[in-house]
C-alpha cells in the first residue's frame, strides 16, 4: 500500500507541475505552436506525443542523475539516512507555504527566440522531442519547489526512488497529451484548454499546499520537537 501512495504522489506531482501558471502557458503555447505548423491531425498528435516524451524524459533523467550522484557519496547517503526525517518536515513545510502563495521567488525567466522554436517545428518529431526537453529543465519557481522540494526528497527517503522521476515524468506529461489529441481532433481551443485548466489549478495548488504544511508540521513535531 505504501509503495502505491508513493508512486501516486510522484504522479500527483509531475500533474500539478504540468498544469502549474508557468509550465500550463509554456505547454498550450508549444503545442499550438507546433499545430499551427502542421496540416495534418495524425502528423500533430505525433509531434505532441514527441513534445510529451521530451518532458517526460527530461524530468526522469535529470531526476535519476541527481538521486544516483547524491546516493553514489557514501557520506551524504550516510546523514541523509541519518536525519532525512527530521529535513524532511521544515522542506515541506516551506514547499507547502510557496504553493499557498505565503513565501514568493522571483527567478529570472527561459525563452527561447522564435526562429530556433520554427527550427525545432519544422524538424518534426525530433525537434518537437527537444522542445519539450528544452522547455521542461526551464524551471519556473514552483515547478523548480515541486521538483527539488518534493520530488527529490521523496525519492531520496524511499525504497523506490530510482523509479520515482519517471513516474513524475509521466505525470508531467499527461495534461499535455490530452491537449495535444485535443488540438489535433479539433475539439479544443488554447484559451479554452488554458482557462479550464487554470481554474482547477488554483484549487489543486492549494489544496496541496495545505497537506503539505500538515505533513511538514506532523515530521517537525515528531523527529525535531
Known amino acids: 500500500m505504501e509503495i502505491f501512495i508513493t508512486f501516486g504522489s510522484a504522479i500527483w506531482l509531475g500533474i500539478l507541475t504540468s498544469i502549474s501558471p508557468c509550465p500550463l502557458a509554456t505547454n498550450v503555447a508549444a503545442i499550438s505552436f507546433l499545430?499551427?505548423?502542421?496540416?495534418?491531425?495524425?502528423?500533430?498528435?505525433l509531434a505532441g506525443s514527441a513534445y510529451t516524451l521530451g518532458r517526460m524524459a527530461a524530468y526522469a533523467i535529470l531526476g535519476v542523475v541527481i538521486i544516483t550522484s547524491i546516493a553514489g557519496v557514501p557520506s551524504v547517503a550516510n546523514f541523509l539516512q541519518k536525519y532525512m526525517n527530521r529535513i524532511l518536515g521544515p522542506l515541506l513545510l516551506v514547499v507547502g507555504l510557496f504553493l499557498?502563495?505565503?513565501?514568493?521567488?522571483?527567478?529570472?525567466?527561459?525563452?527561447?527566440?522564435?526562429?530556433?522554436?520554427?527550427?525545432?517545428?519544422?524538424?518534426?518529431?525530433?525537434?518537437?522531442?527537444?522542445?519539450?526537453?528544452?522547455?521542461?529543465?526551464s524551471f519556473c519557481p514552483l515547478s523548480a519547489a515541486l521538483f527539488f522540494g518534493s520530488l527529490i526528497p521523496l525519492a531520496l527517503s524511499s525504497k523506490a526512488g530510482i523509479v520515482l522521476p519517471f513516474f513524475f515524468g509521466i505525470g508531467t506529461g499527461l495534461p499535455v497529451m490530452l491537449f495535444a489529441i485535443g488540438i489535433a481532433l479539433g475539439v479544443l481551443s488554447a484559451s479554452h484548454w488554458f482557462h479550464k485548466i487554470a481554474a482547477v489549478e488554483k484549487y489543486t495548488r492549494k489544496i496541496t499546499g495545505v497537506i503539505f504544511v500538515l505533513v511538514g508540521l506532523y515530521f517537525i513535531w515528531n523527529y525535531l520537537l
Not at 35 to 45: D, E, G, R, T
Not at 108 to 126: D, I, T, W
Open 100 to 137: 499557498l502563495g505565503v513565501i514568493r521567488l522571483n527567478t529570472p525567466g527561459f525563452s527561447l527566440s522564435k526562429e530556433k522554436q520554427e527550427s525545432l517545428a519544422r524538424s518534426g518529431a525530433k525537434g518537437a522531442f527537444l522542445l519539450g526537453a528544452i522547455f521542461a529543465l
Open 35 to 45: 499545430a499551427k505548423k502542421i496540416n495534418h491531425p495524425k502528423a500533430v498528435l
